[in-house]
């Protein structure tokens, strides 16, 4: 309940967050790769579907036969690695900002209405939640892509799909906990109808925690679309994404590093970022959880 | 072993090797070969193989009447020799002495039975889409112990083409095992016995020392021989490079500079038989306008791809026979590179701002892409989808369902060489494999003809004529033949590629 | 009872799962005897006669319950192109998968724990941050990287280790469990050992250290959590040698979280292993799975799929268990 004159746990957090300079740093750093992302039209130097047969496989600007105008050389079909690594990072890094805030929408909704109805649809919702858990991943994937074709939103759908359900679980989990404190109980003891009592009571309590959950999985997101791409799965050309290029640049390992290290760098890089920022995130809602 | 004890426990062989060479081959104690290969076998039944792989492994332990040496002759192995004594009779003596692996002699009745069995159009209660390759054999007659006939129901000058396809199997074998236990034992006539079978991992064989010598003159000159399966293309390459096998086929393109850098491997490449094109959809606007067709396949610099993606080892095509087919005709108008001849067949055709999309499975997703992209430069907007081959595959299989597509990256095999078997589904009105729609009643008329044509000389007439058809009506754009690239070990000696695909090893040795 | 109601739960997801599966396969598009055929020659009447032998031609509904008739009699079909029964070609894969699963567990758990328990016990030291760093990078990295990675330098450059395979070229040991490391063993085969051994190394590190990273992360958190707690500073005063207290508490106490996220780890990798199967030639489930879902081999990706869903509840109940009975503080 409000009227304290303790600052607000979300501004108490940010504050601790941007004292601890490794998170705040990986966070800036995805900033700076989202903006480049959405800046990618402007900010690449060449189209990145821009083929020529006669720049096959050029190498970086540093070794023998690169050049300046394609500084991290170009893939087998003589496309820029730079270009396409640039709008690459709209799909692979889009695509896990994007499915997760969708699956944890989706998932925390559903795992408080569970946790806090009980009964049958808490019922209903667990049990779909098992046969996806249970799914595996990549036979899921690949099943669900078989059947509504390759694309981009085909590949958010399948995502989100198996991701719900970690949103879900932690939801859940906190909504259960939470229903047995006393303010919860006050409230209903108040008669307050449960939707309210759910908006106001419950969800900014399991926010934190189910944030947490959301960043780490976006380094999970990550990679999934990175080997669904790699197994041919992913977008469709010309859209370029990370995992697509690693895929790509496999078979001219021997005659061209290049093309798959870089991408495969990016997404580490990323990845790495992330998990950081997440971890940094959970320590400044929860110092106590400074580990 | 001793020279002696080598001898002496030869002896059966050797009564029935007295009109061989001489018996002085190198043969070290243990040795084995080692090939990396794609695809495990599905079965082991040669009355079905269900793909090329699985007809490759099976035909290391199963001979056949007849095989195709790596020119692509056919040449004589149970039977003796062939003639064809009228239209519809062919008479095949067979040879004396050879054996099946459990040891029994081969007979007259062990042909005719193999042959029913492929006749009769279903293994183990499902149908066997391997009947059509005996065409219209009506039956098999047993004239002797070891002689047969051959009867058709109307001429086929294509019989002793596709006799290569079928090996001979066990009659007494096949009854006791059934359909069911032929699918993983085997009881072959071939230079191999099967000694294990671990799926997914290797097939393990060795020498059948009382192999009658089909067409190498001998038993195997090695011990064991091991078909290690390795799916993926880095992994094949790798084991290669490390000396963990001494063959692998599937030689990716981009692997092929590695290897042959590589001191103790080498390429090893010969015509494929695999035609590949880019399937038009003719039926849909602007594509029924020949000069469309014809103006894309101006468009597309094949030389340029097959020098910088395939390596160069492939053969550009203006119509869809391979070099090595019968009736291949040399002197079909070449569609040259000229983006600007492009543009102008399409102004002139009244085609303004075309665009189109490239459908393509993921193998052909480079070269689609490739395609795309020189497209593009001629002035269409032009792009590749990639999907899966069980979807795509059936969509432009039913001209209902292919209506909004327009490019199809695909490709067809004409193994037997003869262009009966890759005209008559790809080209032919109505072919399964005819994905384009092309209907011309000219070519229909002339690909009839020929299928019952017994003068070699008029049937190859008709098929020059309608490849010139062909070629103009360009109802698919050209591409090319690639070759089948294998990485070979030094160490390895004694065999060739063939453009079958069949991986004969009967003579190989390893140093 | 409890026990009746887990089986219950699990009955439930299967059926569940089956459901879902089915739906899977009837609504992807793509024709599993066109797959089959290829540009083989056939007729069209053939072409039906293939697919009604298949099946392919009934109606949903009926399809489904004959598939539920047969499952519940063990009957999971034929595969569509192996011409055999489904049970027997997974089964023939099934023990790689395990061994590899297996093996990659035991260097994960080995690697993960000691480490996790290593760094608990200096948090903010050096080692602890370079252990922390590792498996930053360790769940970071993308599988099909490192396998690439890992085989590019010991296989192809140093050629220390085989490329791919299970057992190369050598003979297998007589098969009692169909694990080769342990039929070697028991059949007194030293030499088979050691090259299976040296087959088996490369792909299960490339499956392990993930799960070894993430198994460091648990633990150290749960030393740190343990450590932390009153009665460990109590023990400390009452003179107890420093190791003892260590020992019994703290790794009883942290295994607890550990060992329970590991199960459910192992059951993840039973899911994902298709990649580094792919990399490594591995015959094992995973491939052979994928391979059938782009096949449309309908009753293989069934009976698979269901396989998957069974072991992954096996290890859950496990995993519960296993939390349970190392931390009996905390009720299940």
Known sequence: MSASLALSPGTLALRRFRRDWVSFGCLAFLVIVALVAIGAPWIAPHDPADADLLRRLQPPVWTDGGDWSYPLGCDGLGRDVLSRLIFGARISLGIGIFVVSLATVIGASAGVLAGFARGIPDAILSRI?????????????????????????????????????????????????????????????????????????????????????????????????????????????????????????????????????????????????????SQGLREAFDPKSRR | MS??????????????????????????????????????????????????????????????????????????????????????????????????????????????????????????????????????????????????????????????????FQEIVSKAFVEKAGDQGMVSQENGTGPFKLVAWRHGDSIVMERFDDYY?????????????????????????????????????????????????????????????????????????????????????????????????????????????????????????????????????????????????????????????????????????????????????????????????????????????????????????????????????????????????????????????????????????????PQDIYGVSQRLKGWMPSPSGMIDLSRATVA | MWLAGRVSHLLSVLFGTSIAVFAMM???????????????????????????????????????????????????GRSFFHHRPVIGVIAERLPATIELTLAASVIALLIGIPLGLYAGTRPGRPTDRIASLGSLVGVSMPGFWLGLVLMLIFSVTLHLLPVSGRMGSGDEPPAVTHLLLLDSVLAGRPDMFATALRHLILPSVTLALPMAAVLMQVTRTAVIDVMRADYIVFAEAKGLARRRILLLHVLKNALAPAVSVAAIEIGAMLGGNMIVETIFSWPGVGRLVVQAIFDRNYPLVQAAVLLYAVFYAILNFAADILYALLNPRVAA
């Open chain 2, 3 to 164: 020279m002696t004890s080598f001898v002496l426990r030869r002896r059966p062989l050797l009564a029935s090797l007295l009109t061989l060479p001489a018996l002085s081959r190198a043969r070290a104690a243990g040795s084995e070969i080692r090939v990396g290969f794609t695809q495990d076998a599905l079965t082991l039944d040669p009355a079905n193989p269900g793909n090329r792989d699985t007809e490759t492994i099976i035909r290391n332990m199963y001979d056949g009447l007849v095989a195709r040496d790596s020119a692509m002759q056919i040449v004589p192995q149970i039977a003796v020799s062939w003639t064809q004594t009228d239209p519809l009779t062919y008479e095949f003596p067979l040879r004396s002495g050879v054996r099946f692996h459990d040891g029994t002699p081969l007979t007259a009745d062990d042909v005719k039975f193999t042959i029913d069995r492929v006749l009769a159009g279903k293994i183990g209660g499902q149908t066997n889409p391997r009947r059509d390759l005996l065409g219209p054999l009506s039956h098999v007659d047993v004239t002797g112990p070891l002689a047969v006939r051959f009867v058709l129901a109307k001429p086929w000058p294509l019989l002793p083409a596709m006799l290569p």
């Open chain 1, 129 to 277: 939640a098992d046969v996806l858990l249970g799914f595996p991943y990549l036979v899921f994937a690949i099943g669900l892509m078989g059947m509504m074709g390759p694309g981009l939103s085909n590949i958010v759908l399948t995502l989100v799909l198996k991701e719900w359900v970690v949103a879900f679980r932690v939801a859940r989990g906190e909504t259960l906990a939470a229903r047995r404190q006393d303010y919860v109980e006050a409230a209903r003891a108040l008669g307050c109808p449960r939707g309210r009592i759910m908006r106001d009571e419950i969800m900014p309590n399991i926010l934190s925690p189910v944030l947490v959950v959301a960043t780490v999985r976006m380094a999970g997101v990550i990679i999934m679309e990175a080997s669904l791409s790699f197994l041919g799965l992913g977008v469709q050309p010309p859209a370029v994404s990370w995992g697509g290029m690693v895929a790509d640049g496999r078979d001219v390992l021997a005659d061209g590093w290049w093309v798959a290290t870089f991408p495969g760098l990016a997404i580490m890089l990323v990845v790495i970022a992330a998990n950081l920022a």
């Open chain 3, 26 to 76: 009837w609504a992807t598009p793509g024709d599993p005897v066109q797959v089959m055929l290829a540009d083989q020659r056939v007729t069209p009447e053939q072409v039906t006669a293939l697919r009604h032998e298949m099946g392919l031609d009934l109606s949903l509904p009926s399809r489904f319950a004959s598939f539920l008739w047969r499952a519940l009699h063990g009957d999971f």
């Open chain 2, 213 to 481: 010598g089909g067409d190498s003159g001998g038993p195997a000159r090695v011990d064991r021989l091991i078909y290690r399966i390795m799916p993926d293309n880095s992994a094949r390459v790798a084991a290669l490079l490390a000396g963990d096998v001494d063959l692998i086929n599937n030689l990716p393109v981009t692997a092929i500079r590695q290897v042959q850098a590589n001191e103790g491997t080498r390429v090893a490449a010969v015509n494929g038989t695999r035609t590949f094109f880019l399937s038009i959809n003719n039926a849909k606007p602007p594509f029924n306008d020949v000069r469309v067709r014809q103006a894309l396949n101006h468009a597309v610099d094949r030389k340029l791809i097959i020098a910088k993606l395939l390596n160069g080892l492939a053969v550009p095509l203006n119509g869809v026979l391979s070099p090595d087919a019968f009736g291949f005709d040399p002197t079909l108008p070449d569609y040259a590179y000229d983006p600007g001849q492009t543009k102008a067949m399409l102004a002139d055709a009244g085609v303004r701002d075309l665009q189109l999309t490239i459908d393509t499975d993921g193998s052909g997703k480079e070269i689609s892409e490739a395609i795309a992209s020189m497209f593009s430069r001629a002035g269409i907007d032009a792009k590749a989808r990639v999907w899966e081959t069980a979807v795509i595959v059936p969509i432009w299989r039913d001209p209902a369902k292919r209506q909004d597509h327009d490019l199809f990256y695909t490709s067809w095999g004409n193994a037997s060489l003869d262009p009966s078997d890759i005209m008559m589904p790809a080209i032919r009105t109505g072919g399964r494999g005819n994905t384009a729609g092309y209907a011309d009643p000219e070519v229909d008329k002339l690909l009839d003809d020929a299928e019952t044509e017994v003068d070699r000389e008029k049937r190859k007439a008709l098929y020059l004529q309608a490849q010139q058809i062909i070629n103009r009506d360009a109802p698919w754009v050209f591409l090319w033949l």
